[in-house]
């Protein structure tokens, strides 16, 4: 919003103050200006001057020359305004000034000399007018300077509406210029009015209000024989420098008091309005608007109407065919207030935002509609003292807001801003601000004033900021708060988190990625990925990716065409949330994931395979110190990306925490017949459900150990973990340790088996074991063994 | 006999001249020292003389055993330093400037300043709390004072699910929870508290808006926890993250969270206050919105506002690491674009 200090000035006085710096004490204090422009620096040396001669240009049909008296001498320009003709007043710019980017010297036109220019509005930046000269009509001394009587030099600032939301008293310059009487702790002037009970014994408009809800406050006046057409130039400045296009005299002075107090008003051609009615229609309409728009209205918008069609949408616009035009002598004055929520989902709906609505919206005081109305009838009758006030106030105030009183005192704000501010120090500020204050000693009762009182302000708190505010927060002194010694409760997810991607992209090269939380259901497409119905998003502005993803891994997988071209060696891992459908509560039931996947050209599917395995038990053994066990995986029948057979579900402690497969390779060739690509999910939340290990530290012994390599043979489908439970089976003590050394295959030699070596590790911690003993041990293990089907090669 | 020690002596300097190898060395010593070797002959042909000339002639032989066996030993020694010699300047010439080949992973940009952050945090007693993306409407609006119609909650950039539920639109959705969680502090002791989260809104993606973008707020409660407070926190922790001095400057700002609520502004480092295109002249950046936490927020956290106060503020994430890494498109960080990520080692 536009501000023009001298608007302001009319309510405050400005005098001696350094206007920059006031600015920059609103920013802090009130609302954050955005930026300030200095009006009317460019107009210089423009001077009242009289038309006495026109004369057809020689050299142009369109131009004119033109002898101007301008009091002290008589100058020659070429014209080309289609309004010129002998005896017109009008801006004269001299040789040597200025106006706009125009600096005025003596050029010629068409052939001709000219020594100046006559200017019209738009030239003078006074409105968007350049239909022709601007006429000066009131009477001025020949060669007085403009600025003399035009109100062109000012300083505009915009306010950031952003940061006026929740002040709906900023929206006016008389509210903007209480706050800034209040920083400079000066007093705000009051309104000049008419008093409009003296008009108490004329007759009330027909006024009904049919919808109590959203209705507030809905006040009206009827007034005749208004004459005068157009503003006076200043108002028209003001108007023009506050972003408004002046149109005629009613117009503006509507727009005029919506820029000075914040209401929004309506001035009905009364020839053609004489009642009023508020309410909805039970049919959709259509609606011709001021705009000359043809809008269809619906049965919940509010519309303004007389005995028989709607003159306006309440709070948006009025009708096109119930304005005022130039022929209009008679108003009907409309000043509102209306439930802001209606008015916002009516301008919402209707596509529709004005200045009004906007204003509506931020739930204004409904005390302001009569005073509008009693301004809007001294501004008027100031400018057309032959206007007659034609009925009385007529005013339906059906919701009065409560009156707001709040009790405090100096401890509370002293605790609130932990600075010492006076008690009179908060008086004068919120005195200065419009509250009613009752003071006993640091004890107060403050009234909050009506237009802070719809919304904004309504407890303790809402009076800190006023202080405060007003105080300056530049003039606080900062200090840190005091507090117990006391340990730090750690978030061991987050750091677990942290571990897990240091561990995976320092130890295993693998770089962390992004993805989104809904399936990306192009992609999944591509890649022949199919994924379970889940929860969706109703209102995404990405219709086709609506579902929240169950698992993480269709997101990582559709990484990969990416980046196989640039990065066919690539490891990427995500934590990132997912919705495992619903809970019994008809909650999302929110995971946590971890998910990896591993993709290579160099490697074998298997080398890929168990470089993910080793990945993911180092990572488990990091966290929990617990070797996860590798288990028949139930995932393949959910997902068709999983492979059938080359997939394992992954237990902690018994605890299912996850699986890993490599991928499934229908899926594997619609992105890279040549990728071997392994992937793996682990449900951090599961995971940390487990207990992890302490880590226990056993002494080693003094003695020599004695290391035994078995090569066995099994059958190919026997599993090293079945190997490992047989030789569980044989109690020996001194057996401490066991590992795989190497698994060989070859078919010829070892039709359907394979030979699996395996290095025994026997230590005593008393003695050095003898040879013999140690073969007794390997012969019980055998024994076992052999029971199994399983012999030495 | 004497005679015949002194022709060893020199037949064994001649012949130790000669060597060039260990081999060679070992040969001489078994032919002078050896079972048979020439010194070993000698002591053997002690026994057929006198004992008087025994006892001279043994110390003679003794003597050169000592010389040869010195001789010998020193000459190991310098046969060994030439093989190293030899080892090393027959060695293969490394070329140190061949390139390593491993290639270290990376986290993503918004881990590596997330957790910078979370780190500064934790060396003030933050303690660090994670919230769910997926929300009730309640958590993310009602429980931070935005009741129904508010327009905050018409806008459509909320991501309603079927079930009613929300895509949370900012970090304070885990407000409520956390103090549900933790409770009224005790006294002295007031929570502090970090929650970094990700947060969305159903925004078409330009170069700088995404639907998916990280916030971190924060929050301290006490018993006596004040605007005071509140500033004097904000210019340390942010001369931390910056890494400088930082000036903090506070506005009104309206936020239906807190009361009185402010927008935070930070110097303009690149100006240092004197104006230029980056903070528009005012020599200002708004950095952050801030606050005292609204009493009817406390309420609905179970904490009782009459007895409690507490400050909290938020910070764009995404934002922050756009700034660190001078990232012109935010949607660099869910693209999964391996040439853009593995650039951020550190």
């Not at chain 2, 005071?228 to 926190?233: E, G, K």
């Not at chain 2, 406390?298 to 922050?320: E, N, S």
Request: proline share 4%.
């Amino acid at each position: 919003m536009l501000i023009s200090m001298n608007w302001i000035s009319e309510f405050t006085d400005l005098s001696g103050i350094d206007i920059k710096e006031l600015i920059n004490r609103f920013t802090l204090s009130t609302a954050e200006v955005e930026d300030i422009y200095e009006m009317g620096k460019d107009i210089k040396d423009v001077v009242v001057g009289k038309i006495i001669e026109v004369n057809d240009h020689p050299n142009s049909k369109k131009l004119h020359l033109v002898k101007i008296d301008i009091g002290s001498e008589v100058v020659e320009v070429v014209c080309g305004a289609p309004n010129v003709y002998v005896g017109a007043v009008v801006p004269f710019a001299k040789l040597g000034g200025q106006v706009g980017d125009l600096e005025i010297k003596e050029v010629p036109i068409a052939g001709v000399l000219s020594s100046g220019m006559c200017c019209s509005e738009k030239e003078l930046g006074i409105s968007d007018d350049n239909s022709g000269l601007m006429i000066i009509e009131e009477d001025y001394p020949l060669g007085t300077d403009i600025k003399e009587f035009m109100q062109l030099e000012d300083i505009v600032f915009e306010v950031d509406n952003k940061s006026l939301t929740n002040r709906p008293d900023l929206w006016g310059h008389y509210g903007i210029a209480r706050e800034i009487a209040a920083l400079n702790k000066r007093p705000l002037k009051p309104l000049e009015l008419v008093d409009t009970s003296i008009y108490n014994s004329l007759t009330p408009i027909d006024l009904k209000v049919e919808d109590n809800e959203r209705v507030y406050r809905f006040s009206c006046i009827t007034m005749d024989n208004i004459t005068k057409k157009k503003a006076p130039v200043n108002m028209r400045i003001r108007l023009t420098y506050c972003g408004m296009r002046p149109i005629n005299l009613l117009a503006d002075l509507t727009n005029y008091l919506m820029m000075e107090l914040g209401q929004p008003m309506h001035a009905y051609d009364n020839s053609k309005v004489t009642e009023i009615r508020v309410k909805t229609y039970s049919e959709p309409i259509e609606f011709l608007t001021l705009d000359d728009n043809l809008r269809k209205v619906d049965t919940e918008t509010l519309m303004i109407c007389n005995a028989k069609e709607p003159v306006g949408i309440a709070g948006v616009m009025g009708g096109e065919l119930s304005s005022i035009s130039d022929d209009t002598t008679s108003v009907l004055l409309e000043s509102a207030n209306f439930d802001g929520t209606s008015v916002r989902k009516s301008a919402t709906k209707l596509g529709l935002r004005t200045d009004a609505s906007a204003r509506y919206e931020k739930t204004l005081d409904p005390e302001m509609t009569v005073l509008a109305i009693e301004r809007f009838i001294k501004l008027l009758i100031d400018i057309d003292p032959a206007v007659k006030i034609t009925s009385s106030l007529t005013d339906a105030y059906i919701k009065h807001y409560d009156k707001i009183t709040i009790d405090f005192d100096k401890d509370y704000m002293d605790k609130y801003t932990g600075i010492d501010i006076s008690s009179d120090m908060m008086e004068e500020t919120l005195s200065a601000l419009g509250f009613s204050v009752v003071r006993d000693g640091d004890s107060f009762s403050v009234g909050v004033p009506s237009w802070r009182a719809t919304k904004d302000v309504t407890m303790k708190a809402d009076i800190v900021e006023e202080i405060t505010r007003i105080y300056g927060y530049d003039n606080f002194d900062i200090y840190s708060t005091t507090s117990l010694l006391s340990p730090i409760r750690h978030s061991v997810e987050r750091d677990d988190e942290y571990r897990i991607k240091s561990l995976l992209s320092h130890k295993y090269d693998m770089n962390e990625v992004h993805s989104y939380i809904w399936y990306e259901t192009k992609m999944n497409k591509e890649l022949g990925i199919n994924t379970e119905p889940n929860i969706r998003i109703v209102n995404s502005l990405t219709a086709e990716n609506d579902t929240i993803r169950s698992t993480i891994i269709p997101s990582l997988l559709g990484f990969i065409p990416k980046n196989v071209e640039s990065n066919p060696e690539m490891g990427m891992y995500e934590i990132g949330r997912v919705a495992d459908g619903l809970k019994e509560d008809g909650l999302c039931n929110e995971k946590k994931r971890l998910g990896i996947v591993i993709a290579s050209k160099q490697l074998s599917e298997k080398e890929v395979f168990f470089k993910l395995k080793e990945a993911i038990e180092q990572v488990l053994l990091d966290i929990k110190n617990i070797t996860p066990v590798f288990v028949e995986n139930e995932a393949i029948n959910k997902y068709n990306y999983v492979h059938p057979v080359n997939s394992a579900g992954i237990k902690l402690d018994n605890q299912e925490v996850g699986y890993l497969s490599v991928l499934h390779p229908k899926v594997r060739d619609n992105i890279d017949k040549k990728l071997n690509v392994a992937f793996a999910e682990i449900d951090i939340s599961d995971m940390e459900k487990v207990d992890e290990l302490p880590l226990e530290y056993k002494e080693v012994s003094k003695y020599p150990g004695v290391t035994v390599d078995l090569s066995l043979l099994a059958y190919k489908s026997t599993r090293y973990e079945s190997l490992s439970q047989y030789i569980d089976m044989y109690p020996c003590q001194y057996l401490k340790k066991y590992y795989l050394v190497d698994i060989f295959e070859d078919e010829k030699l070892l039709p359907g088996k394979k030979s699996v070596t395996i290095r025994f590790e026997f230590v005593s911690m008393e003695r050095t074991l003898e040879s013999n003993e140690v073969q007794k041990m390997v012969d019980g293990l055998l024994a076992v063994l052999n029971s199994k089907g399983i012999e030495l090669r | 006999m004497l005679d015949n020690l002194d022709k060893i002596r020199q037949q064994f300097k001649e012949e130790l001249n000669a060597i060039n190898s260990k081999d060679e060395l070992e040969k001489l010593r078994v032919a002078f020292l050896g079972k048979k070797g020439l010194v070993t002959e000698a002591l053997k042909n002690l026994r057929n003389l006198s004992s008087d000339e025994k006892k001279i002639a043994g110390k003679e032989v003794n003597k050169l055993k000592h010389e040869i066996e010195e001789a010998i030993a020193s000459y190991h020694k310098t046969l060994e330093e030439r093989e190293y010699l030899k080892e090393i300047e027959n060695a293969e010439h490394y070329d140190y400037t061949i390139p390593s080949s491993r290639e270290a992973g990376t986290l993503h940009p918004i881990t590596i300043v997330q957790k910078k952050i979370e780190d500064i945090f934790k060396t003030m007693g933050f303690i660090i709390e994670d919230g769910l993306e997926i929300q009730t409407e309640y958590n993310n609006f009602e429980a931070v004072n935005i009741p129904k119609n508010h327009p905050a909650r018409d806008m459509q950039d909320t991501y309603y699910l079927e079930n009613g539920q929300i895509l949370k639109t900012h970090t304070s959705a885990a407000q409520n929870t956390i103090m549900k969680k933790y409770g009224a502090p005790k006294k002295g002791e007031p929570l502090k508290v970090l929650f970094p989260g990700r947060c969305f809104r159903n925004e078409n993606l330009d170069a700088s808006h995404e639907n998916t973008f990280f916030q971190l707020e924060g929050m301290m409660i006490g018993d006596d926890i004040s605007i005071s407070n509140l500033i004097y926190f904000m210019k340390v922790l942010l001369s931390e993250v910056f890494e400088r001095d930082v000036k903090v400057r506070l506005r009104p700002g309206f936020f239906p969270f807190v009361e009185p609520g402010f927008e935070l502004d930070i110097n303009c480092a690149i100006c240092e206050g004197s104006g230029c295109s980056t903070c528009k002249q005012s020599g200002w950046i708004e950095l952050l919105p801030c606050g005292m936490i609204h009493p009817n927020v406390l309420k609905m956290g179970g904490i009782d506002p009459d007895k409690y106060t507490g400050f909290a503020f938020g910070l764009g994430l995404t934002r922050l690491a756009m700034m660190k890494y001078n990232i012109k498109d935010i949607r660099l960080f869910n693209s999964g674009n391996l040439k853009q990520l593995k650039q951020f080692t550190r």
